[in-house]
């Protein structure tokens, strides 16, 4: 095997959505690997580094404070010195030194009309040169589900062949203490009684239809987190601060999100573009009911386990819709886990 080293970037950022898979699925890897087979490359600002035991933490001198200068610099760099072959996991790989990549969506090229403001048209510019590049010199590229790679060979026109699908995980869950305060602070969100929706405030994840529905249903309650990422804001936050039965709770900590999960009626999802989309898995893994968009990989994903909704239409019942009978999580809980994924990374990377 070539000597491997993982774009330990990623410990530069907070662990959601991508982060969050990388770091389970290294420390799960780091356990049926040999020892410094495999490396992490990690810049000098990193934070919440793991304690491995076979895969090999090297710590450049240099910070990461602008990871395009990270990745075909610093990353690159690196890699030329010592000979090594890259993998990364955040939908890049460097310019000079291509390797193995997980592409999980290709968002910014699907849906230019959500990057609007000049720095978003940055971020899609760089992204959509990211996802060019990755297709046409990676050695392979690994996405998240059977929809995102027949997007990305659509779209690219390449063949199927060279993307392999590794699915992402819930298990960190297990490792987190419920934290009920969330609910004490707010005495309005009565076990059982409120509806949860959880993710970063982007125009994907859709907040106009929980906005509109909201509007419609004065007796529901809807309890929502997160925080903007990248300036890409929804345009309906300001409809929602204006809704009595809308509670919006910035940014939770995963503690407060697990005692969401458990408590709320259903979990609500309504985004019309994910990759994989983790947080209905995290809400089944609660016990959760969960109500998601008709659309991208979802229904791929949850199959029966799920009650879905059209994405652009409100002219429903959720409290009707939660009646229907659904299929047992267990399977897919199963199924989507990141000991998989670690043991499927672990294969692929053999071939190399």
Request: aromatic share 10%; hydrophobic share 40%; proline share 3%.
């Given at each position: 095997?070539?000597?491997?080293?993982i774009?330990?970037?990623?410990?530069?950022r907070?662990?959601?959505g991508?982060?969050?898979?990388?770091?389970?699925?290294?420390?799960?890897?780091?356990?049926?690997?040999?020892?410094?087979?495999?490396?992490?490359?990690?810049?000098?600002?990193?934070?919440?580094?793991?304690?491995?035991?076979?895969?090999?933490?090297?710590?450049s001198?240099?910070?990461?404070?602008?990871?395009p200068?990270?990745?075909?610099g610093?990353?690159?760099?690196?890699?030329?010195?010592?000979?090594?072959?890259?993998?990364?996991?955040?939908?890049?790989?460097?310019?000079f030194?291509?390797?193995?990549?997980?592409?999980?969506?290709?968002?910014?090229?699907?849906?230019?009309?959500?990057?609007?403001?000049?720095?978003?048209?940055?971020?899609?510019?760089?992204?959509c040169?990211?996802?060019?590049?990755?297709?046409?010199?990676?050695?392979?590229?690994?996405?998240?589900?059977?929809?995102?790679?027949?997007?990305?060979?659509e779209?690219?026109?390449?063949?199927?062949?060279?993307?392999n699908?590794?699915y992402?995980?819930?298990?960190?869950?297990?490792?987190?203490?419920e934290d009920?305060?969330?609910?004490?602070?707010?005495?309005?969100?009565?076990?059982?009684?409120?509806?949860?929706?959880?993710?970063?405030?982007?125009?994907?994840?859709?907040?106009?239809?929980?906005?509109?529905?909201?509007?419609?249903?004065?007796?529901?309650?809807?309890?929502i987190?997160?925080?903007?990422?990248?300036?890409?804001v929804?345009?309906?936050?300001?409809?929602?601060?204006?809704?009595?039965?809308?509670?919006?709770?910035?940014?939770?900590?995963?503690?407060q999100?697990?005692?969401?999960?458990?408590?709320?009626?259903?979990?609500?999802?309504?985004?019309y573009?994910?990759?994989?989309?983790?947080?209905?898995?995290?809400?089944?893994?609660?016990?959760?009911?969960?109500?998601?968009?008709?659309?991208?990989?979802?229904?791929?994903?949850?199959?029966?386990?799920?009650?879905?909704?059209?994405?652009?239409?409100?002219?429903?019942?959720?409290?009707?819709?939660?009646?229907?009978?659904?299929e047992?999580?267990?399977?897919?809980?199963?199924?989507?886990?990141?000991?998989?994924?670690?043991?499927?990374?672990?294969?692929?990377?053999?071939?190399?």
């Open positions: 095997m070539k000597k491997i080293v774009n330990g970037d990623f410990f530069c907070n662990l959601t991508i982060e969050r898979f990388a770091y389970e699925v290294c420390k799960r890897l780091d356990k049926i690997v040999d020892k410094d087979s495999i490396s992490i490359y990690v810049p000098a600002n990193a934070k919440n580094v793991c304690e491995f035991q076979n895969i090999k933490i090297l710590r001198k240099k910070e990461c404070k602008v990871f200068l990270w990745e075909h610093t990353f690159s760099r690196f890699l030329k010195k010592e000979k090594a072959f890259p993998l990364d996991f955040s939908n890049a790989t460097p310019l030194k291509p390797g193995i990549v997980f592409i999980h969506d290709i968002y910014a090229k699907t849906h230019p009309e959500d990057f609007t403001s000049r720095k978003d048209t940055l971020i899609r510019l760089y992204m040169t990211m996802y060019r590049h990755c297709v046409r010199h990676a050695k392979k590229i690994i996405t998240v589900s059977a929809f995102s790679r027949k997007e990305i060979c779209n690219y026109k390449i063949s199927e062949d060279k993307i699908v590794i992402n995980g819930w298990e960190h869950l297990n490792d987190i203490q009920s305060s969330v609910l004490d602070a707010h005495p309005e969100l009565k076990k059982g009684q409120f509806f949860f929706t959880l993710g970063s405030l982007q125009k994907r994840k859709n907040l106009k239809w929980i906005s509109e529905y909201a509007s419609k249903h004065p007796e529901d309650i809807f309890a987190s997160g925080k903007a990422i990248s300036g890409m929804s345009d309906d936050i300001a409809a929602l601060q204006t809704l009595k039965n809308v509670v919006l709770l910035g940014y939770v900590s995963d503690g999100v697990k005692a969401l999960m458990k408590n709320c009626r259903a979990f609500v999802f309504p985004s573009y994910e990759g994989f989309g983790i947080p209905p898995l995290e809400a089944l893994s609660c016990g959760a009911k969960i109500i998601i968009g008709n659309a991208a990989s979802l229904p791929e994903l949850y199959g029966k386990t799920a009650h879905y909704i059209d994405c652009n239409n409100t002219d429903v019942s959720l409290n009707e819709l939660l009646e229907e009978e659904t047992d999580a267990d399977a897919i809980l199963k199924k989507y886990s990141y000991d998989n994924a670690a043991r499927e990374l672990k294969k692929l990377l053999e071939e190399f």
